[in-house]
Every structure is written in C-alpha cells, then in structure tokens.
C-alpha cells in the first residue's frame, strides 16, 4: 500500500492484511498482550482458530466498511491497526477503531501514521462517517492522540477491566467525520 518514514528513519511498509497473514497476526496478538495492560487480552490470550481468523481477515478485507491495516518492519510485524463495521443499514455507518503497536516500535510514530490513513481511509469509502474506539483510562498516550485528531470522550466504562487486581475504567471516543447529518 505505501512506506512511512518513521520518527527515527526507519522505513515502515504498510499494507492492508490478507488471509494468510492471520498467523502471523494471532502470533503477533499473542506477544503484544502480554507487553501492555492496555489491551483487553493478556499475553497468549488472543484464542482464535487460524481457520476462524483467516475467514474474519477475508470478511473483513470484502466488506465495503472495513479494513485491516499492517505495519511492517524489516519483514516484522511491528502494529495493527483496523476499522471494522456490521453490515446491517443502521448501523454500517459506525466503525470500530483498534490498533495497536508492538513495544519495540512505540515512540516511532507508527501508531499515528496508522490511525491518520485509517480516518482517511473511513472519510473516502462512502459509508464510514463515525469511528468508534475504547481505551484504557491510564492509556494517557493514546487518549492525548486521538483527542488531538478530533475524537471526543463520549461516555465512561466503569471497572471495564480488571488487571493485576485493579479495576480500570475505560473511555468510550467518537470521531464524526463531518457528513451532514440527517434528522
């Protein structure tokens, strides 16, 4: 799809996923849970079948409203970032936002470059006019981030999740992607 220059000058591929990157995907899941308290999963909890994930990656990849994205380095699996959204008329319109970016590659600037191609991406496929996401109240970073490119709080997850024995709280965000809205 394209190459990003990072922050440090490294070259990051991006490209949209296909089914046979679902192993390396569920793999890559699985390491990244366990660097972060962030996610909804832990280390070696993401549990999908590779049959199960392939047919998600290839629904996902056919629907108008969805995309995956994958952000590669020297040949490794460095974030992903999706919009996924149901295909039923009243709702098609809301996509779900997830990204996420490996420990090694945060600080780079990846996670904003994906973010920046996905919002694009949703403002020009002729369906997408929100994005919806969830974040970890301590995940400061990403907070900061999306606020600065236009999402806004709209509610709080009271003890979402439940992490080290702590309950955390988590952030509902919208983007409106400016369409004009219908009454």
Do not use: C
């Amino acid at each position: 799809m394209q190459t990003y220059t990072a922050k440090n000058g490294v070259n990051v591929y991006i490209r949209e996923a296909v089914r046979e990157d679902a192993q390396n995907m569920i793999d890559f899941y699985n390491v990244v849970g366990g660097e972060s308290d962030f996610l909804s999963f832990g280390s070696n909890e993401f549990n999908k079948s590779l049959a199960d994930y392939q047919e998600f990656v290839s629904a996902t990849k056919a629907a108008q409203s969805s995309i995956i994205l994958l952000a590669f380095i020297n040949d490794h699996l460095a974030g992903i970032a999706s919009i996924t959204s149901g295909q039923k008329a009243r709702n098609k319109h809301n996509g779900t936002l997830g990204i996420v970016v490996a420990q090694a590659y945060t600080g780079m600037g990846i996670g904003r470059y994906l973010l920046q191609m996905l919002i694009q991406w949703a403002r020009e496929n002729g369906i997408t006019k929100k994005i919806n996401l969830i974040v970890s109240e301590p995940n400061t970073r990403a907070i900061s981030l999306y606020r600065e490119l236009g999402f806004q709080q709209e509610g709080i997850l009271k003890h979402d999740a439940y992490i080290n024995g702590v309950y955390i709280d988590a952030i509902a965000m919208g983007l409106w992607l400016g369409y004009e809205q219908q009454v």
